[in-house]
């Protein structure tokens, strides 16, 4: 049996895309003057958590925070380089790092983190204000799903009409492009790249998905009632809820070769409609040299020493 193939994972960040593999994590990112800068960080293997990455559900929860301490790394790295048009003022300067931020946060873990306390209890209140005509769990449930839902679409869709937020998303379809590209055995080159799905399975926006759906279910096996302890519960329950969902996820991404079961994972392909734009050439360009500068060191960790790294 030959060895299983790696898996990689990335994010958009500002003006540029973070890749990891299974010890090594390399941002690109472009700045003004078009050249290209580099980013290296080693993955901090801690034998409890790796064996905690070993057990269902607790594993998904660890995978987060993981990723969370990664790709805050990355992103203050990104954060740092960016170049703000010369030509604006000092509060318009301010104004597009900040959108740009905010842009990282949507397909960011950290801002995953934070939305999931604020998409979880929200939708409670606003469920409760109609308890008088959906009296019933059953009613209160799918009604509290249906406000969570509605609120990530409508967040999603408005931020992503920002022009500045525009172009994190164009990273993010970038990023998906080139995974997508080398998953099907083709060469990095931006005619190939360019001729991929900017969707693809394993995809964050996927899993923000995922949990929606998946709390929908758990939240069935247990009371509504008094407010404030469903309050509590849907609190304690996250943890639950995320690493089930990390766990559908999963597995939808195996499946997904398989005709009929392929299917159980396009809600979060649909949602990643909203969450990636069509990059430009040049983007994808950033997105192929940080795929390529990641399998350098990882064919020669010695390299990484000629990055920024912290």
Not at 64 to 87: K, T, W
Not at 178 to 200: A, F, M, P, Y
Request: with cysteine.
């Amino acid at each position: 049996m030959g060895n299983k193939a790696p898996v990689y994972g990335g994010q958009a960040l500002l003006e540029g895309v973070m890749f990891g593999g299974k010890d090594h994590t390399v941002t690109a990112i472009r700045r003004n003057d078009d050249s290209i800068e580099y980013y290296y960080a080693k993955k901090e293997k801690k034998p409890i958590l790796q064996k905690l990455k070993k057990i269902p559900v607790l594993r998904g929860n660890v995978a987060l925070i993981e990723s969370a301490a990664i790709g805050a790394r990355h992103m203050q790295f990104s954060g740092d380089r960016y170049d703000v048009d010369p030509g604006e003022e000092e509060n318009s300067q301010e104004m597009s790092k900040l959108q740009m931020i905010l842009g990282v946060a949507v397909v960011g873990v950290l801002s995953f983190l934070f939305g999931k306390f604020v998409f979880t209890l929200v939708p409670v209140f606003i469920a409760e204000l109609f308890k008088t005509w959906i009296p019933d769990k059953t009613g209160q449930i799918l009604l509290e799903t249906g406000i969570k839902l509605t609120l990530l679409f409508v967040y999603l869709y408005f931020i992503s009409l920002m022009p500045m937020i525009k172009r994190v998303f164009q990273y993010h379809g970038a990023e998906h492009k080139v995974i997508n590209c080398h998953e099907n055995g083709l060469d990095l080159t931006v005619e190939n790249v360019q001729k991929q799905s900017r969707l693809h399975y394993r995809c964050g926006s996927s899993f923000i998905l995922f949990t929606v759906i998946v709390g929908m279910f758990v939240y069935f096996l247990f009371p509504t009632d008094p407010l404030w302890l469903r309050l509590i519960i849907r609190i304690l329950l996250i943890p639950v809820v995320i690493g089930i969902s990390f766990e559908v996820l999963q597995g939808t991404n195996a499946l997904r070769e398989i005709p009929v079961l392929k299917y159980l994972g396009y809600p979060g392909l649909w949602l990643q409609l909203l969450t990636t734009k069509e990059p430009k050439d040049d983007m994808v360009e950033v997105s192929i040299a940080s795929f390529k500068k990641l399998h350098e060191v990882e064919k020669n960790p010695e390299i990484a020493k000629e990055l920024h790294h912290d």
